[in-house]
């Protein structure tokens, strides 16, 4: 008997979506952010006022989040409580890695301990900048401006996986 195991190895397309006001990019937050879990990791792309923030926003009133969430761009870590649906706490960490110039900086601010970090969802501005410390998987969110409107983004949510099993057959030699 042997199984026969298919493996694939992908980013997961899990949609993507135009909005066309910071209050549609929000709502799109806070749908997006009931997937997740605590050790999950979000990193988000986007050049300077694509609506990053905004979509961090949207997760975090998902999450009852009480503080004020700001870019924080001078602080490079926000943390900010909250609680799941079933009223379970929830920590969040917001970075922001713009101002971010070397890996020095990296180790210096904790980013690869943060990012390992289980029981925290993290939400990475700039996350190009992490330079491959970011966990293998994690959602990644895409911000474009639209050249239809100045006030619309095209956003692509995907997410990075490990090699799956796809498909797995059982035969019976005889
Ligand atoms: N469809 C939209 N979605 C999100 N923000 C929008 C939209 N239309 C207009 N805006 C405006 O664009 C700006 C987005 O700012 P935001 O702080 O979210 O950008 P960012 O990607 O975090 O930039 P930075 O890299 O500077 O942190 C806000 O001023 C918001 O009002
Ligand atoms: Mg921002």
């Not at 988000?44 to 694509?50: I, R, V």
């Not at 706490?89 to 101002?99: A, F, G, K, N, P």
Request: proline share 3%; charged share 25%; glycine share 6%.
């Amino acid at each position: 008997m042997f199984a026969l195991v298919q493996q694939i190895s992908a980013a997961m397309e899990l949609g993507t979506y135009t909005t066309r006001s910071e209050e549609e990019t929000i709502e799109l937050g806070k749908q997006f952010a009931a997937r997740l879990k605590p050790g999950d990791v979000v990193a988000l792309y986007g050049d300077l006022g694509a609506g990053k923030t905004e979509f961090v926003k949207g997760i975090c009133a998902y999450f009852h989040v009480s503080q004020i969430v700001s870019s924080p761009t001078f602080t490079i870590i926000n943390r900010y409580e909250g609680e799941d649906a079933a009223h379970h706490h929830v920590t969040l960490y917001h970075i922001d890695l713009y101002r971010i110039k070397s890996p020095k900086e990296l180790e210096e601010i904790g980013l690869a301990e943060c990012a390992e970090e289980g029981t925290a969802i993290k939400l990475i501005e700039w996350a190009e900048k992490a330079n491959g410390t970011l966990p293998k998987h994690h959602y990644s969110i895409h911000f474009e401006f639209s050249p239809e409107d100045i006030n619309t983004r095209r956003i692509r949510i995907s997410y990075d996986e490990e090699p799956q099993v796809e498909s797995e057959e059982e035969k019976i030699l005889v």
